[in-house]
């Protein structure tokens, strides 16, 4: 992923695949008297696609808005690489590689699809605002290498045809794919989806399921996932983690936690039922 | 037939991300500048200088600072009848305080001394949005006048109040004051504006003009990609006041030679400058550009047409031109609500599969 210019943080530095890239440890997150989060714990390991599935309401975004920085939880502790963090902005959460797509399409609407994904290659363009007023020299140069970058992620999502369309005029499955491409752009090490596949029809599902296969292997970024269904999560996770009402009740890979009785009840519903 | 871009293919990102990749608008906007920069001049006299240019372009490059902020950031402000205020009021410390200073530095030190107040204006903008902002900006407009009119400080404890331009040159012409040329003025403010706009441009095709309008149309998902809200909104404001603090500098020492704050700086220009934008086009360089034409062009051709043309008391014309320009605002909006620039990009549009109907 890195072929033509250093990314803004180095993927993999540190953590081989397999180890523990990000760990939450006891986190409680409570907005006044509601508890959205009470004493999780669960790991994403590197290279791994990691589901997080629950009813509604059972704290799935909250814990993707706690590990972006978005939320801070008022317990526990979130080790990134192997360092334990501290309360940080979501920018700074960016910079250090954990990008994000959203359940309801988060697209800077009036700008084209292009300029969209050409932004999340921002924290990477380094070059100073007197030569961003000539856009030339360097400037321009470095303009062209992400510009560089950015189509080759427009190829391998395949929306080459919509590069230049504002993306407010764009279809809501083609919205949710250049959200992707916009985290892609990015070049995170830890990528947070949440429900990449909300309100598509099943040929849509079918290409983002592929797309998120294709990311994870042939960029071996980290992914992790929320996704009511079932079908998909089990095929595409390595690891699931189950929540309700803001408790972890089941963790594992998906042929255990679809046999677990917690699960079960508290999600699946009884087998007869299906 | 003319305006197609047929046959022309493009081979580098370079030349697909320049301003005008297609060659007829290029062409057409040589051309204009040219005649703007090489024709003109030779024509210029006092009447059409003084009534229809030097606006034109002073209110053009304040509109389009006023667009970078409220078009491309969306970040709304009404205190840009203040902040040129204040650019006014630093050329004129400038000039008496440092009398060798050249006079486009003293309108470049301007901007720069305006940049500083915006931001400082500009910091509220990371904690409230949309009409609370507009309303703490709105505190600027009147605080910034009232500061330049009861500071004796800033107008010299001249007795009336009023500052009045001292004669500066360029090149050897003399560009402020009543003995300047016309054309001098001309094409002082001209390349000002030029250079500006081009300037604008490009930043806002770049990372920057990106992040500004990340943050303007989701700031949630610009912070999470690594945008800094504050760092980015207070640039716009800084860039916005910049130009904004020039245009007062130039309206006060190029057009006007002698101001008094309350009467050129009030409320009203900062909603004249703002209509500009939303008249042009919000977020977008020519939109400014249009909107300033339209709302300083519109009422100088209704009063011609009104006492000239029919013959009207121009007393009666005057309160009939406010009358039509209120009604031409709403109709304008009412059929394109994205303003001037749309329009031209739609009639672009249409024009290059003219005269076929698809």
Avoid at chain 1, 11 to 35: D, I, Y
Avoid at chain 1, 175 to 184: M, N
Avoid at chain 2, 130 to 158: D, M, P, R
Wanted: glycine share 10%; hydrophobic share 50%.
């Amino acid at each position: 992923m890195n072929a033509f210019v250093e990314p803004a943080t180095m993927p993999g530095s540190g953590v081989t695949k397999g180890e523990v890239l990000l760990s939450v440890a006891n986190v409680s997150l409570a907005f006044g008297g509601v508890k959205a989060i009470t004493d999780i714990s669960f790991d994403i390991r590197k290279g791994e696609i990691r589901a997080i599935i629950g009813p509604n309401g059972a704290g799935k975004t909250s814990m993707l808005n706690v590990i972006n920085g978005f939320y801070h939880p008022q317990e526990g502790t979130i080790t990134w690489r192997g360092k334990a963090r501290r309360k940080m902005k979501p920018y700074e959460a960016a910079s250090q590689g954990i990008a994000r797509t959203f359940q309801n399409v988060a697209l800077f609407k009036g700008m084209t699809t292009l300029d969209n994904i050409m932004t999340g290659r921002g924290l990477a363009m380094k070059k100073n605002f007197l030569w961003q007023c000539l856009h030339w020299g360097p400037a321009l140069k470095e303009e062209i290498v992400h510009r560089h970058r950015v189509e080759e992620i427009i190829d391998f999502l395949e929306i080459q045809a919509i590069r230049k369309t504002p993306v407010g005029r764009l279809p809501y499955g083609l919205q949710k794919r250049v959200e992707l491409a916009r985290a892609l752009a990015m070049e995170p090490e830890l990528l947070l989806l949440d429900e990449p596949m909300a309100g598509m029809n099943l040929e849509e599902k079918e290409d983002m399921s592929r797309f998120i296969l294709d990311v994870n292997q042939q960029f071996g970024t980290t992914i992790a996932l929320i996704e009511h269904d079932m079908g998909v999560v089990m095929d595409l996770s390595d690891r699931v983690v189950v929540l309700d009402y803001g408790r972890k009740i089941a963790d594992g890979i998906p042929e255990e936690v679809q046999k677990n009785q917690d699960v079960i009840d508290a999600y699946l519903g009884v087998p007869h039922e299906e | 037939m003319l305006y197609r871009e047929a046959g022309q293919f493009k081979t580098t990102y370079d030349a697909d991300q320049a301003i005008f990749p297609i060659a007829q608008d290029r062409w057409a906007v040589i051309a204009f500048a040219a005649i703007a920069f090489l024709v003109v001049p030779f024509f210029v006299n006092d009447y059409w200088t003084n009534a229809v240019l030097l606006p034109l372009l002073i209110y053009g490059l304040a509109a389009l600072g006023l667009n970078i902020l409220v078009g491309y950031c969306g970040q709304i402000s009404l205190g840009t009848g203040g902040f040129m205020a204040v650019g006014a009021f630093a050329s004129y410390k400038l000039m008496t305080s440092f009398p060798e200073l050249n006079i486009a530095i003293v309108v470049l030190l301007s901007g720069g001394a305006t940049a500083l107040v915006g931001v400082m204006f500009g910091l509220p903008s990371l904690r409230i949005k949309g009409f609370y902002l507009a309303v703490a900006t709105l505190a600027a407009q009147f605080f910034l006048v009232w500061l330049f009119n009861k500071v004796g400080w800033f107008y010299n404890y001249s007795a009336t109040g009023q500052i009045s331009v001292p004669e500066r040159s360029i090149f050897g012409l003399v560009v402020t004051g009543p003995t300047a040329a016309p054309w001098v003025k001309y094409l002082f403010c001209l390349s000002f504006l030029a250079l500006f706009g081009l300037i604008a441009k490009n930043v806002v095709r770049g990372r920057i003009g990106r992040n500004w309008m990340a943050i303007r149309d989701m700031d949630i998902a610009a912070e999470l990609i690594g945008v800094r809200p504050l760092q980015t909104k207070l640039s716009a404001f800084a860039f916005s006041s910049f130009y904004v603090g020039m245009a007062g500098s130039l309206l006060f020492t190029i057009y006007l030679g002698a101001i008094e704050v309350t009467e050129v700086f009030g409320i009203n220009v900062s909603f004249l400058v703002l209509f500009m934008v939303i008249i042009g086009g919000l977020g977008s360089i020519l939109g400014s550009f249009l909107g300033a034409t339209f709302l300083v062009l519109m009422p100088i051709f209704l009063k011609n047409f009104m006492v000239d043309g029919l013959g009207l008391l121009p007393v009666l014309a005057k309160h009939v031109e406010i009358l039509l320009m209120g009604l031409l605002i709403m109709g304008f909006l009412i059929v394109e609500p994205h303003g001037l620039a749309r329009m031209w990009q739609i009639l672009k549009e249409k024009f290059r599969l003219w005269p076929f109907p698809y």
